[in-house]
């Protein structure tokens, strides 16, 4: 295992050490060791590697990550895994708000709690809270699927498009246009998949989670719908 | 009986036909008016201005023999590459989906003949405008459309966007009609639904996550590519401040002339400043910083002619952007399709409704048949001879103002003519030593 002292060595050191791997590398195992709080750690990888950060990492850990599995034993803060291409973020703590901001592919499990706006705009990301995700999460929300074992915070899915949402706890309240749906057997499988991607197959069943999605009413402009706007 | 003179009819100032048009299409469809382009109205502009040229004080330049340089530098602050250009017009961020394929790639084929770069726009970047454009610059908007990695890798510069002339405040907005095939995977979303771009970024706040959200694109791009921050003209001051702060390369100014795909016509008219006022504000927050020159300042915003540019750039500008001519130089608006703007409602030269898509010329449209009509190699060219001339007429006054560069124009070269513009430009009124607000009468 390769193990990058992020305090001694600095983040350009790191940051350019993991863009040089091009996938036809023996180095495919890393360690992050005294990440404090950095910024930007391990953004723009693009390798099938296994990153370990051995601690709590600041804004934009993994950002645009592809390919690569990323580990954060600590929390994140704000905006893990933004605009995520492919590959896996996998965080043991709490994620601050904007986890998974944008993001394209991949999967990102948080095992803690997400704050507000967690798969803010995302496009095709797949997401795992084990806890509770904030308010406003999923506001227009294009596509892919968030799975949260605990509660939702108010406004859930506001201006939603096509993400698919599963809440197995409460929804403090629904935002405009996103509305409760039937959990069809296809759901069933999606969650069951997640849920065991995400590490959480032994702390939850699909059959107890309930699905949101958009209603398609606020798509094109219609003048009397101007209050939701 | 003796017959008087009746009063002629009299039409209000206030309520005038076209105002009272409005209020009677708003009663009838229950909608604001959407359209493209730029603020209408008139404002205090370029024409204000006037160049004083040589005197006995300072000597003029030989038009036909002796030099006077175009180049520009941006980026100079803290990428490892910075962009060199051969003349300080550049193409503004025009989006795919707002325009057709085509038209990006003539975009990219004017700007690559004539030494200067094009701008992607909100929907990502194509292969037509990265194929053709030898200086490209990548928007990271808020919608993030089409954003990823390796077309962050293969720009030549990132620019964040934060706002726009057309619509300081407001996001984007590309209408069901637009949003073809193509277009809609562009954007992860279904075909034939109203794309509206967010207002704000989802994933910062503010000046300081401002400055570590570029950390991280400067992380991603090994901090090799300028990073410019493209901001509405609301609070020029302060925004070009904050700018320099967060670690920007280069600041983008755009006043309210600047157009957009889309907006209500609302906040087009009336939010926002003209670039007139917005350029001397940004040059003193660069110069108060001790940044002019340094951190390069980009303005755009009703850039017509080779004068515009000239006076932008004796404002303290480095380079300016085109967006609204570089679409009118490919052949938007032409009056050889008055026949059919004629059935659109419209006449040439007033057509704005790009959002429904049925561009006559073919520029802004998704739909094939009209798109057929652009011929993108001859569009290219167009747009060259276009950024030629402009950059032509700019060396003309800058050498009858005696200065070898393009850069050493000065606002000492320049008077006013209304007391409007002087106050904007801080320049002396013709004829006078008065700058309203800075010197007394």
């Avoid at chain 1, 930007?40 to 645009?64: F, W």
């Avoid at chain 1, 704050?115 to 997401?127: E, P």
């Avoid at chain 2, 001397?280 to 002019?292: E, I, N, S, W």
């Avoid at chain 2, 005696?402 to 000492?412: D, R, S, Y």
């Amino acid at each position: 295992m390769q193990s990058f002292d992020l305090g001694k060595e600095g983040l350009r050191a790191l940051n350019s050490s993991l863009h040089a791997l091009k996938g036809q590398t023996n180095m495919t195992a890393w360690e992050v060791i005294n990440p404090k709080g950095a910024h930007a750690i391990a953004a723009g990888v693009d390798a099938p590697v296994d990153i370990t950060v051995r601690g709590s990492t600041g804004y934009y850990c993994a950002g645009m990550n592809k390919q690569a599995t990323i580990r954060i034993k600590g929390s994140a803060g704000p905006g893990v895994a933004e605009n995520m291409m492919s590959g896996a973020v996998i965080i043991d703590g709490d994620a601050s708000q904007y986890a998974g901001a944008t993001g394209r592919g991949g999967l990102l499990v948080i095992k803690g709690n997400a704050s507000s706006r967690c798969g803010i705009s995302m496009k095709g990301i797949d997401i795992v809270v084990h806890g509770n995700i904030g308010h406003m999460s999923c506001f227009m929300a294009q596509s892919g699927n968030v799975v949260v074992l605990g509660n939702a915070g108010e406004a859930l899915g506001d201006s939603l498009y096509e993400a698919r949402i599963f809440v197995r706890g409460t929804v403090k309240s629904l935002g405009a246009d996103c509305i409760e749906k039937e959990m069809r057997d296809e759901h069933f499988a999606i969650v069951e998949e997640l849920l065991r991607r995400g590490e959480a197959d032994h702390k939850a069943k699909p059959e107890e989670f309930r699905r949101y999605g958009s209603a398609r009413k606020l798509y094109n402009f219609n003048i009397d719908n101007a209050s939701a706007y | 009986m003796t017959e008087f003179p009746k009063t002629p009819p009299r039409f209000s100032a206030t309520f005038t036909p076209a105002i009272n048009a409005e209020i009677r299409r708003a009663a009838a469809s229950g909608i604001y008016d959407i359209r493209g382009g730029g603020t209408k109205r008139h404002l205090p502009h370029f024409d204000d201005l006037l160049f004083l040229g040589a005197s006995i004080s300072r000597y003029p330049l030989e038009g036909y023999r002796e030099k006077c340089a175009t180049d520009v530098w941006l980026g100079t602050r803290f990428a490892k590459n910075p962009i060199h250009l051969d003349i300080p017009i550049t193409i503004a961020g025009m989006s795919f989906g707002a325009l057709s394929g085509p038209a990006k790639e003539a975009l990219g084929r004017g700007a690559t003949a004539a030494g200067t770069s094009t701008t992607t726009g909100d929907g990502g970047m194509t292969e037509e405008e990265r194929g053709h454009s030898k200086t490209l610059v990548y928007q990271y908007l808020p919608s993030r459309y089409g954003m990823n990695p390796d077309d962050l890798r293969r720009a030549d510069a990132i620019e964040i966007v934060v706002g726009q002339g057309a619509k300081p405040g407001g996001g984007g907005m590309l209408l069901g009609q637009k949003i073809s095939d193509r277009v809609a995977n562009m954007r992860n979303l279904p075909k034939g639904i109203d794309q509206r771009s967010a207002c704000r970024h989802p994933d910062w706040t503010g000046p300081d996550d401002l400055e570590i959200k570029i950390l991280e694109l400067r992380e991603i791009t090994n901090w090799e590519k300028p990073i410019y921050i493209k901001v509405g003209g609301a609070r020029p001051y302060y925004d070009t401040a904050l700018a320099v702060k967060a670690g920007a390369d280069v600041v983008v100014l755009d006043g309210m002339q600047g157009g957009t795909a889309a907006t209500q016509d609302v906040f087009i008219e009336h939010v926002g400043m003209p670039i007139l006022a917005c350029i001397p504000q940004a040059v003193k927050a660069l110069q108060d910083l001790g940044m002019h020159r340094k951190v390069q300042l980009i303005v755009s915003g009703g850039i017509r002619t080779g004068a515009d540019v000239a006076k932008a750039m004796a404002l303290g500008a480095d380079a300016v952007a085109i967006g609204t001519a570089a679409l009118i130089a490919l052949g938007d608006n032409d009056p050889v399709w008055e026949e059919e703007y004629q059935k659109l409602g419209t006449t040439a030269d007033a057509y704005d409704d790009w959002h429904e898509g049925r561009d006559p010329a073919g520029i802004t449209t998704q739909d094939p048949e009209l798109s057929k009509r652009f011929d993108p190699v001859l569009g290219g060219r167009r747009l060259k001879n276009y950024l030629k001339v402009m950059t032509l007429e700019a060396q003309t006054i800058a050498r009858a103002c005696g200065k070898n560069h393009l850069h050493n124009l000065e606002p000492e070269d320049l008077c006013a003519l209304t007391i409007e513009a002087a106050a904007m430009a801080g320049v002396p009124i013709a004829g006078t030593s008065w700058i309203p607000g800075r010197t007394g009468f």
